[in-house]
Nanobody, 117 residues
């Protein structure tokens, strides 16, 4: 059974930083394209960043230059470093794993990020 567990969310002032972590178990991590998504109240879930199993990271335009996604295959973990946070970054952040071999997609439970102005 594949499990994704996010951590690192919290309350931060505008301009501050947070680092989210997502640990994956039950799957061969290096075979997964990993991604971060977020969902603000009353809005649809949206793409934030991705780290392919092979290739370069991708980012939503709204976070380019502020957020960095990184993966550690030895630790089965993907990170999202978030700098220069804005109130509009407030959302529940979800980790996503897309296994390139099985094509199965799994989601974490989410972690709340709140940015105060």
């Amino acid at each position: 059974q594949v499990q994704l567990v996010e951590s690192g969310g919290g309350l931060v002032q505008a301009g501050g930083s947070l680092r989210l972590s997502c640990v994956v178990s039950g799957s061969i991590f290096r075979l997964n394209d990993m991604g971060w998504y977020r969902q603000a109240p009353g809005k649809q879930r949206e793409f934030v960043a991705s780290s392919p199993s092979a290739g370069t990271p991708n980012y939503a335009d709204s976070v380019k230059g502020r957020f960095t996604i990184a993966r550690d295959n030895a630790k089965n973990t993907v990170y999202l470093q978030m700098n220069s946070l804005k109130p509009e970054d407030t959302a529940v952040y979800y980790c996503n794993a897309h296994n390139q071999f099985t094509t199965r997609v799994n989601w974490g439970q989410g972690t709340q990020v709140t940015v105060s102005s």
